[in-house]
């Protein structure tokens, strides 16, 4: 998904963030490694600690006891009103939901950086719900043209110190918001349609770690202490997920994106199962269903609702215990029936999903 972070310039506060031996660069051996996570504890305290190379597999965290149900609306145009959307979806379920999320480039179109969104943090915030920043290394793209070839954000220069006063700028907006926030940075990493994407711009997978961490390590000294990053991998992308993860550490969640959209028509499980157990073998983070929809069948007026209620209700339940937040991604972005007020059907079981006592669960803290 493409979408759309001007704060002062000024030089990160001493101490420096451990483990960097140059400017934008992290040396993780020996006691710079302890002292990084040490120090990234306090960002993320909740998160198991970083995983010994020698070990297999993590030990998977307790299976949720509910399910944050969340979603990303697609903004309305309505003069004065920039959350209509939101209300809208809210009032056509019956409830409000626990995370709603939305999406901010580094800079627009003509290079002018973005600053934290406080305006759309502060307004989830009011209806009881946990905001989610999809944090996207780009400058957001003309219509039509793909971002990917953007070398200004190659992961090279992200881990550079390039744009550390961007950064840190942002990291001081996003801790003034005082409350909890999840960053979805960089997300979708293995595919191949963003500028920090696989093979973009030259990328590895050692370059996205070393961006990640050199990130998050600015928030680290920052003080953003109630800044939770959501790793996030795509199902529909050929490349492996696991290269690209920066230990758990220097994550709060790990999550998957993934459509019923394009070809013929798949269940939930059939789209996440694969990834669901690659990313689950490599970590012991709570499992975060970022985006997923579906489009109608045109043959079929009941098969998206049906789609929604088995998704949901029983497939994630059921086969996806680790799974502690999901997401409708309701925006035409892709496919435009794979909006919620495509059918009454279709909100209507969204609306009775989220009647479900399985996700009244608010979004962890």
């Known amino acids: 998904m493409t979408y759309r972070p001007h704060p002062p310039h000024r030089t990160p506060r001493a101490p420096a963030v451990p483990g960097r031996d140059r400017p934008g660069r992290w040396s993780l051996t020996g006691p710079a490694l302890a002292v990084a996570l040490s120090v990234a504890a306090v960002l993320v305290p909740a998160v198991p600690t970083l995983i010994p190379p020698a070990a297999a597999t993590p030990a998977a ?3 949720p006891a509910g399910i944050a149900l969340g979603a990303y609306v697609a903004p309305a145009p309505v003069p ?3 959350n209509a959307a939101i209300a809208a979806l809210t009032s056509g379920i019956g409830r409000g939901l626990a995370i709603f999320q939305t999406f901010q480039d580094w800079e627009t179109t003509a290079g002018v950086p973005q600053p934290f969104p406080t305006a759309f943090a502060t307004y989830v915030s009011s209806v009881g719900a946990t905001p989610m920043i999809t944090w996207q290394p780009q400058a957001t793209p003309p219509a039509g043209s793909s971002p990917a070839s953007q070398p200004d954000f190659s992961l090279v220069q992200l881990a550079s110190g390039r744009y550390d006063p961007y950064i840190t700028g942002w990291a001081d907006q996003a801790r003034a918001f005082t409350k909890v926030v999840y960053v979805r940075l960089m997300h979708e990493m293995n595919g191949r349609w963003y500028p920090w994407g696989a093979t973009v711009n030259g990328n590895t997978p050692q ?3 070393a961006a990640w961490q050199h990130i998050v390590g600015i928030f680290v000294t920052e003080g953003a202490t109630n800044v939770r990053f959501v790793w996030c991998a795509s199902t529909g992308a050929r490349n492996d997920p696991g290269p ?3 230990g758990d550490a220097y994550v709060s969640w790990i999550a998957l994106d993934g459509y019923n959209r394009w070809g013929p ?3 939930f499980t059939s789209i996440f199962a694969a990834r ?3 990313i689950t073998a490599i970590s012991g983070a709570p499992v975060m269903i970022a985006e997923t929809a579906s489009v109608e069948d045109p043959l079929d007026p009941a098969a998206k609702s049906a789609w929604i209620s088995s998704a949901f209700a029983q497939e994630i339940p059921q086969s996806f215990p680790r799974v502690a937040a999901a997401l409708y991604f309701d925006a035409p972005v892709g496919a435009k029936d794979q909006v919620l007020t495509s059918s009454a059907g279709a ?3 969204f609306g009775q999903v989220a ?7 608010p979004a962890p803290g």
């Not at 009647?355 to 669960?361: T, W």
């Open 207 to 209: 370059q996205y770690v």
């Open 347 to 349: 909100m209507q079981a």
């Open 355 to 361: 009647a479900l006592p399985r996700y009244q669960a």
């Open 61 to 63: 965290a307790a299976p």
């Open 276 to 278: 669901y157990a690659q």
């Open 244 to 246: 690209y993860f920066p």
């Open 80 to 82: 004065g009103a920039p």
């Open 265 to 267: 028509w798949r269940s």
